[in-house]
């Protein structure tokens, strides 16, 4: 698990770092200059012109720095500055006085137009970026765009908000960021992740005093986090104790929706799986999957009195029978209940506050019904929104987007798995059934929810590799969920738990 960190909280590290530790920050920025070089050493070749595009911050040393320590090392780098000399920090002064020292070529900053650089280091701004830009600064990120070289940003791509991953007017688009000592909100979220490119943590020295002394909401997961978050399954063990999921799901036009989510939970690990769906799609979800068991609405009452999870929604239908259904289920659930797709509409009606059993996987367009938030209000602020979401229905909120989030109304998990190939029909249900799948098997929502999230992703990840991203459909998740987790289980040596 890596945590992630706004523009502010980076600063707050930094200064906690120089003022409460001790560390002189020059040292911290000999330390992200000697990051960025080593960088660019393994990567580019001696025949390479680089030119370090500079701010009058510390970014901007940061820069300079490198293109000392790269001309030390053999290579043809160039600094040129951008900003008014009253306006430099101390560190950036004293940088541009030692690169100088050293014979560094100090470039006018018509040089970023000249096309005549291999590389070039974005240095213009930094991680406190929180303005519009304009003026001289959005007319040289466009050269740097219109470049053509090879682009490496320092910490952030400027332009980028470090907290948000907003464009801020423009910003420059790198094929690689180069981020100091923790990684950045911005950087994982859309857009901002559209123009980082690769994103590469540097070490700059940072003690991990200074880290946890700045707490943060934000995180991601990693492929090794996956067999620490995988519910246990001892060796003695039968059906019921991987759980009895209830999928409540389907109507007489979507009964696509009532399989993929079934046969998901079960992927997932579930022991049983019962369907309530109209009774005439009982003959198709038998025939398709036909370890389920299927019960026709009526049944509702006595199944919940058997169901350890409940997934209800995928493919209901607006009607007034499913709003019912909903109603009872919000009121009489005693387990996890996962709220999605037409039940999420229909939720809305029947009630404004849930618990923290239950969890809600809303899209942008329901996310913009349950709060009344536009779409591109919500899409600038992702985590805020889907916080705050969870806090007001006092339950576990899972906004899908390509960066989906998922808050308990304190932390957000921000996933970083899955492709473009997976926007297609039925990609939620699939996620949705996943989710009860391991509810099922006892996990608390909100680890549940996370969980899901990002094997979901992965399940799409390893599937894209094998049949391309257009041809990618729901159905193929679901065998993804299987290679991903036999996968995990090769990597501990094939042994379940014990």
């Known amino acids: 698990m890596r945590y992630l960190y706004t523009g502010r909280q980076a600063k ?28 660019l050493m393994e990567r580019e070749d001696k025949t390479k012109k680089i030119l370090a595009v500079c701010g009058s911050g510390n970014n901007g040393g940061d820069g300079v720095a490198a293109a000392r320590l790269l001309c030390a090392q053999g290579y043809h780098a160039a600094v040129t500055v951008i900003g008014e000399p009253d306006h430099m920090t101390e560190e950036m002064k004293r940088q541009l006085a030692i690169a100088v020292n050293c014979d560094v070529p100090v470039l006018p900053l018509t040089a970023v137009g000249d096309h005549e650089f291999d590389v070039i280091l974005d240095g213009v701004f930094g991680i406190g970026l929180s303005r519009e830009v304009e003026g001289v600064y959005e007319q040289v990120i466009d050269q740097i765009n219109e470049s053509g070289a090879d682009i490496y940003a320092l910490d952030v791509p400027s332009g980028i908000h470090a907290g948000t991953g907003v464009v801020l007017g423009t910003a420059v688009r790198a094929k690689c960021t180069i981020t100091f000592g923790v990684n950045k909100l911005g950087l994982v979220l859309h857009p901002g992740c559209e123009y980082a490119g690769e ?39 039968h059906k019921g104790t991987f759980g009895r999921v209830l999928v409540v799901a389907g109507s007489e036009t979507m009964a696509g929706a009532a399989y993929l989510a079934a046969g998901a939970a079960y992927s997932m690990g579930a022991g049983l799986v019962k369907v309530i769906s109209p009774a005439c799609n009982r003959e198709m979800l038998l025939t398709s999957l036909p370890e389920i068991l299927f019960a026709v609405r009526d049944e509702l009452a006595d199944a919940l009195d058997w169901a350890d999870a409940i997934l209800v929604g995928p493919g209901l239908g607006l009607t007034d029978e499913s709003e019912e259904m909903i109603r009872y289920i919000v009121e009489n659930s005693p387990v996890p209940t996962v709220i999605d797709g037409d039940g999420i509409r229909l939720c809305r009606n029947v009630t404004d506050t849930l618990s923290d059993n239950f969890i809600l996987t809303p899209h942008l367009k329901e996310m913009n019904y349950l709060t009344g938030i536009p779409v591109p209000e919500l899409q600038k602020d992702l985590p805020g929104t889907t916080r705050k979401a969870a806090g007001e229905w006092n339950c576990v909120v899972v906004q899908k987007d390509a960066r989906t989030v998922v808050s308990d109304g304190r932390e957000c998990y921000i996933n970083v798995s899955g492709n473009n190939g997976m926007a297609t029909g039925g990609s939620g249900d699939v996620l949705a059934g996943m989710m009860t799948g391991l509810l099922g098997q006892r996990m608390e929502p909100f680890a549940a929810a996370k969980l899901a999230v990002y094997l979901h992703g992965l399940s799409g990840d390893v599937m894209a590799r094998e049949k391309g991203r257009y041809s990618l459909l729901a159905s193929d998740l679901i065998t993804g969920i299987a290679k991903v987790t036999a996968g995990i289980l090769e990597a501990e040596g094939g042994m379940e738990h014990e």
């Open 12 to 39: 707050e590290i930094d200064s906690h770092a120089i003022h409460t530790v001790g560390i002189p920050g020059l040292v911290l920025m000999e330390k992200a200059a000697m990051t960025i070089a080593a960088v």
């Open 199 to 237: 994103v590469l943590v540097g070490d700059i020295g940072f003690p991990s005093v200074s880290t946890e002394a700045v707490e943060s909401a934000y995180y991601y997961y990693e492929p090794e986090d996956l067999a620490l978050q995988l519910p246990y399954r001892p060796v003695r063990s």
